[in-house]
Structure formats: C-alpha cells, structure tokens
C-alpha cells in the first residue's frame, strides 16, 4: 500500500500524486456508505491496478488516513492556511459571505489571511477594507494584478515551507490570476466576468492542488485554487452549531464570559460586552453586523439538518 495525496477531482477519478508520480485513481463504491469522502488536500492510501499505466485509471482509493481539518465549501482537507479574498470592486465585496468564510476558517483551526484584489479600482476602499480586518486581528493585504512583485512581496511571507494553502472567495474576485503571478509556472484558468451571468467565462471549476517544489529539495507547498462561489449557493450553506460562532470571531474571544448574562447571544442584550465594544469602535461594527446575520441563519437550521450538511458532498 502507498500514501499519496490527492491533489484533483475531475468526473469521480482523483488524481494522486504519490511521491514524484501522479496516478489516477477511482474510489469505487468503498466510500459509499459511510460519512467519508475522499477530498482533494486527502491523504490517501492507494492499491495500485497491475497491468495499467498510471495515464490510465492506475489505482484505488483504499483509505482516508486521518484529517487535520476539512471544509465542506471550497471542499479541501488538511489546509494550514486560506488566502480569503474579495475585490474591492468588480464585483463589489459581500462582507456577509467574506465573514462567513472567515467563520468557517477559525472554526476549522486555520489560519486566514484577507487580500483584497483590484485595489487599482478603489485605492481608498482597499484601505479601509484592510482597517477593518486588521482591527478585528487579522493580517489583511491590498494588491492589483499591476503590480506582481508586490503581490509577492505581501503574500509570499504568508506561506510556510511545506504547507498547504489555499484562495477561496466568490466567482471572479481574482483568485486564479494571483496564483498565476505567484507561480508563473502553473497555468490556471482565468476569465472575464460574463456581463450576463457575472461569473468567469474561464471560471475555475473544482479545487485543484497545485504542488510548488521548494528550492534546494526541501519539499513542497501546495497552493489551491478553488472555484468562486455565487453568493446564492454560498448563503444556503450551513455550517456549525449557533454555540459556537461566538468563538469563530477572533477579536470576540477576551470579551466572552464577562457579558452580564452567561446565555448571552451578543446580539441586543443588557451588559454585553460585545455590544460594548461595537459602540466604542473596538469591533467593527460590519463584522457585527455579520455575526448577528450568521447567528439568525445558523438559529434556523435544525441539529439533524446540519449533521446531513456537514457529511454531504
Ligand atoms: N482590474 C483588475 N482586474 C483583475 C485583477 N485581478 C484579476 N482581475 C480580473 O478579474 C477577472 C477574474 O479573474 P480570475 O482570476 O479568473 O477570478 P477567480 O477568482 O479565479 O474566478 P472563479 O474561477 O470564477 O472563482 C479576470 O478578468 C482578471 O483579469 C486586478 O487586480 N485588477
Ligand atoms: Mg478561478
Ligand atoms: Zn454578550
């Protein structure tokens, strides 16, 4: 048995890389019946098929070894860092869904890094878009595909060696280009929005993993490219229990438990400390706004639905 990492999904046949070979392989009905499904960022064990080149179908998903994490929207498993990015403008920024994904990221135990693309569109948006975050205790970059060695410059420091990483963020915003001037040697797909449908017309399609070798044979980081969301399927998106989200909002977590009530929900109580900070411009009152529209979807959805969310492809 080998171990690989999957690296793409395309029509139910991932590819694998496992060591300096990639390999196709399919997963049979193996995963079937249970909660599993094997996710591009997967470590995977491999059953090699004799007599089949590895162009072919040249193996079999055996196993899932344990994840560090995994996302169900982008799917992707074992990140240690996430690119959340959102143009200022073309299309113009949904602080909602760029927090949610924010959410969902602390919730997950990763660490995420804001870029705020096209910033030639509205320098002084960019700034002040970068002004919230890093008050709410994030690291939050401005960039323009007019400058790539600022690009480098600002994001190259945020990957680690031999990490894996990733850009998430609506359809559009500019994730495949940033990659591309990261990593000139990966070609990505990228495209107009479509005056029609506002998504790309070369629009990213599945998350794909690209392996970057680092200098000197230390191994490589791995960046993923995923497909934008559209706001619409991106609100129907479920994603922890209400309990929680108070805590996937990093610049909440010193205020909690001092609140005048212990069930305080932080959203119109007397005494909270939350509110406190909104009203004193400590916490940006957006990323409030956020958390109570979050917290009312998250109220909505019944335990039972989650689970079956949480499991569902
Ligand atoms: N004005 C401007 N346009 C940019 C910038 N970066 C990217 N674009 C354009 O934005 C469009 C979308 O870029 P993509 O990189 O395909 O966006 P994406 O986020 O990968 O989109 P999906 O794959 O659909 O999720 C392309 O036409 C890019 O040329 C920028 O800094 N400024
Ligand atoms: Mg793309
Ligand atoms: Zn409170």
Redesign the pocket.
Known sequence: MEIGKILRLNGGIYTVEIGSETVLCSAKGRFRHCDIVPTVGDEVEILREEGKSSEESGGVIASVLPRKNILIRPPLANLDMIFV?A?VK?PDPSLLALDKLLSVACHNGIRAVLVF?????DPEGAEKLCDTYRKAGFSAEA????DPEEIASLLIPYIKDRSVCA?A??????????I?LLFPQIQ??????SEKTR??R???RQSILYPIPLPKGRGSVYVA????FSLLDFDKFFFMEKEDLPLSFPEFRDRLGQCKYTKCSHRKEDGCQILEAVRRGIIPQSRHDSYTALYEELSKTKSWELDKKRTRK
């Open positions: 990015v143009s073309s693309t096209k910033k030639e569109l960039v323009t595909c007019e850009l963020g609506a359809s559009g915003v500019g994730k495949s280009t940033l591309q990505t797909e990228t495209g107009d929005l998504r790309g070369h629009t990213t490219d995923t497909p934008g």
